[in-house]
């Protein structure tokens, strides 16, 4: 097995543009979320670096918890099917939510996920989500914050796996055709 960057087709997102964005996206909710405490719910695995890096441009008070949800196991497309397997520590009922999202690609994740959490009687829940691929929706789904948008192919990298691998990488990228014939 050689290094993970022989195995990358092509570069979508680099390192210094995700970084600006994030950059940015910090500022707004900064703006817009000031003296309202926020929750922001990662979903596990795939936000985490997003979040982690987000966090960190955030000049507001707020608090973290995580959810983490099935869906797609080991293959490339969305199975339809999301299921909640391990939910958050924290009451939300009266908070200002924000679910951070890695990817918004049918939208079944996030609209499942945002309907578990209104049943909890939230004061608002917004999406936050570094990408999203408009030409996979299958749910209309309203994400205040985009990262990205990105055209329907498969992406690695910066918290994104393909068989739990790639998640490392610090940018965003498509892969090779035969990585996906291992
Ligand atoms: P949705 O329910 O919107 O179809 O899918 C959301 C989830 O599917 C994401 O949180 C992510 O885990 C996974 N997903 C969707 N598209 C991609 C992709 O291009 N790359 C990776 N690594 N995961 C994806």
Redesign the pocket.
């Known amino acids: 097995m050689g290094e993970i960057k022989e195995d990358i087709k092509e570069i979508l997102l680099s390192k210094r543009k995700i970084k600006k964005k994030v950059k940015k996206l910090g500022k707004q909710i900064s703006d817009e979320y000031r003296g309202k405490n926020p929750v922001f719910v990662s979903?596990l695995k795939?936000s985490v670096i997003f979040l982690s890096d987000l966090l960190r441009e955030l000049k507001i008070e707020c608090s973290v918890d995580f959810m983490a949800v099935s869906?797609?196991n080991e293959k490339?497309e969305?199975s339809g099917v999301?299921k909640l397997i391990m939910d958050l520590r924290e009451s939300i009922e009266g908070r200002h939510v924000l679910l951070v999202?890695?990817?918004?690609?049918?939208?079944?994740?996030?609209g499942y996920l945002r309907d578990v959490i209104r049943m909890r009687n939230p004061e608002s829940v917004e999406i936050c989500t570094l990408l999203s691929?408009p030409a996979?929706r299958e749910l209309h789904i309203e994400c205040r914050y985009t990262g990205f948008e990105i055209p329907d192919?498969?992406?690695?990298g910066y918290g994104?796996?393909?068989s739990e691998k790639y998640r490392n990488i610090p940018y965003i990228a498509t892969l090779k055709s035969e990585v996906y014939r291992r």
């Open positions: 979903i795939g869906s797609y490339t969305s999301v999202e890695d990817i918004v690609d049918t939208g079944l994740t996030a691929k996979a192919e498969y992406v690695v994104l796996d393909y």
